[in-house]
């Protein structure tokens, strides 16, 4: 008597039924995500620079794509601007998530760091108080970045790093290599963390390239194997002109797989002319 009775079989039509509401559901979640990639995108593309700062003796160039798979948007950053003192500041930078609210953040950087550097001279203290302003809004997302302010007249480069991959580095008389300058935590980790200056002058022909780890790391592809590639290319290829350059080292990131997003940003720069007589 307590025996349940078999469960009927489901009908054709019930089972069709059943198909179709999983495939709308499947086909919304999808539009949603990628309503949400595209705004990210847009945001990402939005926000970047239209144009960098450049003069006599100093070509600049950046570049920035997307995940080959349209998914990861919104973390890779760069900006360039000039400051009151004539001085050009360039950052680069690549935020913790791919996605409306990592787009967001992006933007909340790239902003303070402006404002910042208008009136701090110091890259390390740019970093640092651009670090406590994220730090006081509590979005819980990280950023890694580079900051560097170059003083036209001196040829002098000052940077400060926030747990981001060095800078590669070549001349016209063959030298290359990794920047492997002191930095500081990522932003958004821990208030008060000091970011030390490392002082260069880029007085000889030659480029000096940020870049984010979207361009050289992939899941199989280690990232000093990647740096290593990108040194080699900017040594073979020092002097191209920026753009060209910029290009070249872009498409590196396919070596990778490409699963992230990637940016890179080159000062392609010459000689300081010789003081006559």
Avoid: K
Avoid at 31 to 54: D, I, N, S
Avoid at 222 to 244: F, K, W
Wanted: overall charge negative; some cysteine; proline content about 6%.
């Amino acid at each position: 008597m307590n025996r349940r009775r078999p469960p009927r079989p489901a009908s054709s039509d019930e089972l069709l039924t059943t198909l179709q509401d999983l495939t709308s559901r499947a086909r919304r979640e999808v539009e949603l995500h990628q309503a949400r990639v595209e705004l990210a995108e847009a945001l990402q593309r939005g926000m970047l620079p239209a144009t960098l700062p450049a003069l006599p003796g100093l070509q600049t160039a950046a570049r920035y794509t997307p995940a080959r798979n349209g998914l990861d948007i919104g973390g890779d950053w760069y900006d360039g601007f000039l400051l009151p003192d004539g001085s050009l500041a360039f950052a680069i930078g690549d935020v913790q998530g791919h996605d409306v609210e990592a787009a967001a953040f992006m933007g909340q950087i790239r902003i303070a760091m402006r404002a910042l550097a208008a009136t701090a001279a110091d890259p390390g203290e740019v970093v640092g108080r651009t670090n406590d302003l994220l730090l006081g809004v509590d979005s819980g997302l990280l950023a890694t970045c580079t900051f560097v302010r170059l003083d036209p007249r001196t040829r002098e480069l000052q940077s400060a790093r926030a747990g981001h991959v060095g800078a590669v580095w070549a001349t016209a008389d063959g030298r290359s290599g990794v920047t492997e300058d002191e930095g500081g935590l990522p932003l958004g980790i821990q208030s008060g963390e000091e970011y030390p200056v490392t002082t260069r002058r880029l007085t000889t022909d030659g480029a000096f390239v940020l870049l984010t780890d979207g361009v050289i790391e992939g899941p199989s592809y280690p990232i000093d194997e990647g740096l290593d590639a990108v040194v080699r290319l900017v040594r073979s290829r020092v002097g191209d002109d920026a753009d060209e350059l910029a290009d070249a080292i872009l498409g590196t990131a396919e070596r990778t797989g490409h699963e992230d997003d990637a940016a890179v940003l080159v000062l392609r720069h010459a000689a300081i002319p010789a003081a006559p007589g």
